[in-house]
Each structure stands twice: as structure tokens, then as C-alpha cells.
């Protein structure tokens, strides 16, 4: 008798399953929960904005580097661009001169060097891109909401969240896991995907018990 063989985890479900207990982790921190339930005032988002900044000027500033990577180009959506929202957004609760009064902060200072060390890898881009970009279509626009209720703010200075070039999520997001699962990598490579995503997650958890110090 033929048995089928069993169809090979796909990276989306790698990443998803591979990284449960971190994603958990990162979302009950203190800082996200006591922001989302309007604990701490505009100047937390602020803080968490600038460092967004820093990290999301690195993550789009490979994208070059990556897109001449075999397969690279694939990964690469001009729509998912977020630091133009994230200037927009500081100049607005800021001021102009915004940059002037914000710095990286230690663990946002590593996650911008892992991410800068990833541009020659596609499964340490992937894994990165997959936890930044799939996090705001989908948990960002809840954190979104929650800021519009508690703080009043937007749709000025939470422009982050808005994507005006996607104007459904679900199907963006399927098209974007249809990439990675397409992706021609080898069993070493999935693996190296899910502990990079793993890392990524660990990095943003640092991050936000940095901001939660902050603002304690």
C-alpha cells in the first residue's frame, strides 16, 4: 500500500509555532500591557516610538542589500516602508527638532546591530521582516485602537500603525506568508529562520523592559 509522505512544515507555520512562547512573552510585558491599558501617558509612546524609529531605519536601510540576495527580492514590499510614519508620527508629538531629544537605548542599540548583521542572510531577513512587519498588521492595529481610547491620539502621531497602501490586511498577509513558504531554503536554513525569529523576539522583550524602567 502507498502512503503519502508528510508534507514538510511550512516556514510561516515554523516561524508561528517556533516562536509562541517568546511572541507570548513579549506581549504580557509590562510596558505594552500597562500602555494598552492607558497606565501611562503619551510620553511612554513617544519613548516607544523613537526607539522604533532606530530599529526600523535599520531593518528597511538592508533592504537593498537583501533584495540583490538570491530570492531576496521576493521579501522586499515597499508598502510595509514604516519609517517615514515614524518620522511623521515624532515631528508631530515632538516636534521638528525631534531628533535631537531622543537616543537608542542600550537593547535597542543591539537589536539595530543584529539586524544590520542580518542583511547577508535571506532566513535572518525573513525572520526578522516576518516578526516586525506580520506584528503591526496584526497585533500593532489592536495596540493602535487602544492608544486612539486611552491617549486620544491620532490619526496624526500614530501613523505608524496606518497602512495606507494596504487597505486589507488579511490578504496582504497571506501574499507575504505565500513568500516565505515559497522560499527554496534547506532544513538548516528553516531552522536558522525560526532561531533567528526567536531572537527577534527576545530583542523586542529587552527592549520594552528597558522602556518599562523608563517609565516604571
Known amino acids: 500500500m502507498t502512503t503519502l509522505a508528510t508534507a514538510r512544515p511550512t516556514l510561516s507555520s515554523r516561524l508561528r509555532e517556533g516562536t509562541r512562547e517568546e511572541h507570548e512573552s513579549a506581549e504580557s510585558s509590562g510596558f505594552i500591557s500597562r500602555l494598552m491599558s492607558g497606565d501611562l501617558g503619551t510620553d511612554a509612546y513617544v519613548s516607544l516610538a523613537s526607539q522604533q524609529y532606530f530599529v526600523y531605519s535599520a531593518l528597511e536601510a538592508i533592504a537593498d542589500d537583501v533584495r540583490v540576495l538570491p530570492q531576496g527580492g521576493s521579501l522586499i514590499f515597499s508598502e510595509l516602508t514604516r519609517t517615514p510614519s515614524i518620522v511623521r508620527d515624532l515631528e508631530h508629538l515632538v516636534g521638528p527638532d525631534w531628533q535631537s531629544s531622543v537616543r537608542a537605548l542600550p537593547a535597542t542599540e543591539r537589536y539595530v546591530a543584529t539586524l544590520h548583521a542580518s542583511s547577508t542572510s535571506l532566513p ?6 516576518y516578526t516586525r512587519y506580520l506584528g503591526d498588521l496584526s497585533g500593532g492595529q489592536i495596540i493602535k485602537r487602544m492608544l486612539e481610547r486611552h491617549y486620544g491620539l491620532g490619526p496624526e502621531g500614530i501613523t505608524f500603525y496606518s497602512f495606507e497602501e494596504i487597505p486589507k490586511s488579511k490578504p496582504f498577509k497571506d501574499v507575504y506568508r505565500e513568500r516565505l513558504d515559497t522560499l527554496e531554503f534547506s532544513e538548516d536554513e528553516l531552522a536558522e529562520a525560526v532561531v533567528e525569529a526567536k531572537a527577534a523576539f527576545r530583542l ?12 516604571c
Do not use: K, T
Not at 204 to 215: M, R, S, T, V
Open 124 to 129: 535572518r531577513y525573513a525572520a526578522h521582516a
Open 204 to 215: 523586542n522583550q529587552d527592549l520594552f523592559g528597558e522602556l518599562g524602567a523608563q517609565h
